[in-house]
């Protein structure tokens, strides 16, 4: 049982969430301290009432396709890292990709989020971004869906033909906003042009998704201000993931953070921001972690992978994939357990367009 005045405290916090009223850092910065099972148990059941509020019992399910895992970059704790030579890589081709996309869209995905390593391949020059384009026109004339692309940091050039070309998001997760963590997990990097990338994008009419890593040697004051950068982007969908650890890395020694951590973050993001599209990604702790991630009031499953397709998640970048947990099939049983269901395609597209005509007019 926690202190008396800690109780309080947290029932304050709740109704305050609960009527929408905005949390202060320190306020934010209890919740991410709770350790007490009720305490949590009251904070996840509150997060939840706020989705519901905005979201029903519906959930999106994304499709994932990490179509090239080479990547001229060090992130110090990504696998995919230029200088991991202990990696057989992959660039998918179109025809196997357009398989994979369409087995995805028939089974039900609300979109594709088509994520690649900083691969100059596809992105960097002109013929770069050439074949980026006619990657991202060949899915969409085939599956129709809405898109999310995922390239890293590219120039805004190249996100303006993205743009063109109907893409819906533009993913790229800054992992952190305290720019000397984000230079050691990004090392070579531009904090400034990655993060203005998505301002670029938020200009050029994409929705956008930041997200940070936990468990890489943020403190909570790093995540309560990177949720608060979340918010001044005006980012529509905001993520957190656990780290977990990449043999042949700089940070495969340090362990996975427990998952209450992660937890209590995705909690606070709907108690703070309870419109946004908030990631359940399968590609940390794969089906087995859905249903306390969901609990703790995320409504977008990610990483859908459809089976022995050789595609990879991240994270976990094979957990689960060639058994078929990644699948629509096992994530709806999975749903039906919690009281929760997929959505219809028809919902995720009207939530677009309503999210689409708040964007700030340009031009
Ligand atoms: N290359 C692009 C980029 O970096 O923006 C897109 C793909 S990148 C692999 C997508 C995200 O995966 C990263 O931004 C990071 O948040 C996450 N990720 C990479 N390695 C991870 C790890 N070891 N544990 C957890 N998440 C990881
Ligand atoms: C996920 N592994 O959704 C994917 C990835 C990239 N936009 C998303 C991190 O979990
Ligand atoms: Fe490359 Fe993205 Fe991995 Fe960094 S996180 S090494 S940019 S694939």
């Known amino acids: 049982m926690p202190a008396g005045g800690d109780m309080i405290k947290l029932e304050n916090c709740l109704n305050k969430a609960g009527a929408e009223i905005p949390l202060t850092d320190e306020e934010a910065l209890f919740i991410l301290g709770l350790e007490n099972p009720l305490a949590l148990s009251m904070l996840f059941s509150t997060a939840c009432a706020l989705r519901e509020r905005y979201f029903g019992r519906k959930v999106f399910l994304y499709g994932f396709l990490y179509f090239s895992t080479w990547c001229r ?37 609300h979109l594709l989020d088509m994520t690649m390593g ?31 692309i995922s390239p890293g940091t590219v120039s805004r050039e190249a996100l303006r033909l993205l743009a063109e070309e109907g893409v819906d998001w533009y993913a790229c997760y800054q992992e952190t906003h305290n720019r000397s963590l984000f230079q050691r997990l990004r090392p070579q990097q531009d904090y400034d042009l990655r993060l203005s990338r998505k301002k670029d994008a938020r200009q050029l009419g994409f929705l956008i998704e930041e997200g940070i890593l936990t468990g890489v040697g943020e403190s909570l004051r790093d995540i309560v201000h990177s ?86 998640g991240v994270s976990n970048s094979t957990l689960d994939i060639d058994e078929g947990c990644r699948t629509v099939q096992s994530v709806s049983v999975e749903l039906a357990r919690l009281g929760l269901e997929a959505a219809a395609p028809e919902d995720y597209v009207n939530w677009l367009a309503r999210s689409r005509e708040r964007l700030p007019k340009t031009g």
């Open 73 to 109: 970059n060090n992130c110090s704790f990504c696998g995919y890292r230029a200088l991991n030579s202990g990696l057989a890589r992959y660039r998918k081709s179109a025809a196997e990709l357009v398989n994979a996309a369409v087995g995805l869209r028939d089974a039900g995905v």
């Open 118 to 148: 900083e691969d100059p391949f596809y992105c960097t020059d002109q013929s770069g971004e050439q074949r980026l384009l006619e990657l991202v026109r060949l899915i969409k004339e085939n599956t129709g869906l809405p898109l999310m």
């Open 227 to 312: 949720l608060r950068v979340m918010g001044e982007l005006g980012a529509e969908q905001v993520r957190v993931m656990s780290f977990v650890p990449q043999a042949n890395t700089p940070l495969a020694h340090l362990p996975t953070p427990p998952r209450s951590r992660e937890l209590k973050i995705i909690a606070l993001m709907r108690l703070l921001y309870p419109q946004k599209l908030i990631p359940a990604s399968l590609d940390v702790d794969g089906l087995a972690g859905l249903k306390a991630r969901l609990e703790a009031g995320a409504n977008v499953v990610t990483s859908l992978i459809p089976p022995r397709s050789g595609l990879r």
